[in-house]
């Protein structure tokens, strides 16, 4: 077997380098601009510098956040006061983070998270649940998202935190980001292509990231999700459309995908679907899945192929430990193929991003699961034969329980039937027409699907 990458991090990209000028001015002054007049121009002192500073030791006022840049404007490092007013990113211009990565914070306080990005935002942290429904950063092609970080997430009726309202061949660049916490689906970026790498999806239901390509996407295009952390560690949130089913990489539609390179750690909560699922609707999808390790305490398939075997599936090179299921379906691997050769170590969310607000997601923590420290062979198996012995003693052993898995008798299943999916998916629900024309039109009340 290959060399793994069992150090936390080892194989993974290095963030994307956001270094400022260190003689930048902070604590409120823009370019050399007392606080003074700031508060009297600060539109003004934008366009002209393109910094926009906040308050020493505090949030800044609502009009010194430039929500509708024109160019570049970078904010200088700071707390910000949010009311949940539209972010709105054009084609040519970017709305930048100074300083280290999570030195620019934004409160939010009211509304809701949401914007259209078409250009780019680096280096931004919300912090606050979503107040209002319906959150999500529309995120177009062409865009770049490097460095959002939204630990607190949002639990209102049909929040996400990243969608892409439609397709096409340019490419969607997000990396470095995190989002937690998400009542229906995290990153919902299904229709363009996508390069989405160093990011990390916490605890999120319905999917942590869906992808897949329509809507006027070309044939031939690659999505890629590398380096990248998915988790479910937390009870998972639900809203008024679904209950807690959280898969972690959902293929929804065809496309070339591939996950490379990914750590997928499920525990035993509440709401654990399976960490990657090709959806009935992905038939035609090819799925490359390579050098990804995973940590599973559930009863659900590592992979689950929705597809009936019309999706091209191969696994290369992964790793697998924990005491649940070591099921692939729609490739040929065995458990014995899934044995590491080591030790086995898991990053945290901050490692994968670079962003210390990552780890203040709820359910991250060090030393829970197999954050720890190393995951052991021997303690993988002995965790795994203690299972069985507690199963057996109920009357069902462990294969039993892997074989329920795979025919689709595990309780993420019971929620997420084909029949309808009435449980888990809200709209999504195959039977109320999700992703249909009329749900992805371009009438701003349809383009965000609730449900998956």
Known sequence: MAKRHNEAGAEKDDATDRSVDNDAPTGGEVGGSSRRSVLKGV???????????????GAAAQGELPLEPDGEVTL????????????????????????????????????????????????????GANPEAKAG???????????????????????????????????????????GMMANNG???????????????????????????????????????????????????????????????????????????????????????????????????????RNCTFYNDTDQELVRDKSGGSADITVENCVAVGSGSFTIEGADVSESDLAADGDVSFPLPSDVTGNPAADEIEGVESGLGPWNGSVSVAQADEETAGDAEGESAEGETAEDASEGGSDGKSSGDAEDSDEGDSGSDGADDEESGDDSDSEDSEDEDDENVCGV
């Open 76 to 127: 200088e490092p700071g707390e910000y006061s949010w009311d949940g007013s539209q972010i709105q990113i054009g084609p040519d211009a970017a709305l930048v983070g100074g300083g280290s990565p999570g030195d620019v914070v934004l409160n939010l306080e009211s509304g809701t998270m949401h914007g259209e990005v078409e250009g780019t935002l680096e280096n931004v942290v919300v912090r």
């Open 187 to 289: 990153a919902y970026v299904d229709k363009p292509p996508v390069t989405m790498e160093n990011c990390a999806a916490v605890n999120n239901n319905i999917a942590g990231i869906r992808v897949g390509h329509r809507e006027g996407t070309s044939e031939g295009l690659t999505t890629e999700v590398r380096n990248s952390l998915v988790a479910v560690t937390a009870d998972i949130p639900s809203d008024d459309t679904n209950s807690p089913n959280a898969r972690g990489i959902r293929v929804r539609a065809p496309g070339h995908i591939v996950i490379e390179n990914c750590y997928f750690i499920y525990l035993d909560v509440n709401g654990p679907a399976n960490p990657i699922e090709v959806h009935d609707e992905a038939a035609g999808a090819t799925v490359e899945i």
């Open 43 to 57: 539109a003004a002192a934008a366009a002209a510098v393109g910094t926009v500073g906040g308050l020493p030791g």
């Open 137 to 179: 950063l529309n995120v177009n092609p062409g865009a770049t998202v490097d460095g959002f970080v939204w630990p607190e997430g949002g639990q209102q009726s049909e929040d996400r935190a990243l969608y892409t309202p439609e397709g096409g061949d340019e490419r969607l660049t997000i990396r470095n980001s995190a989002w």
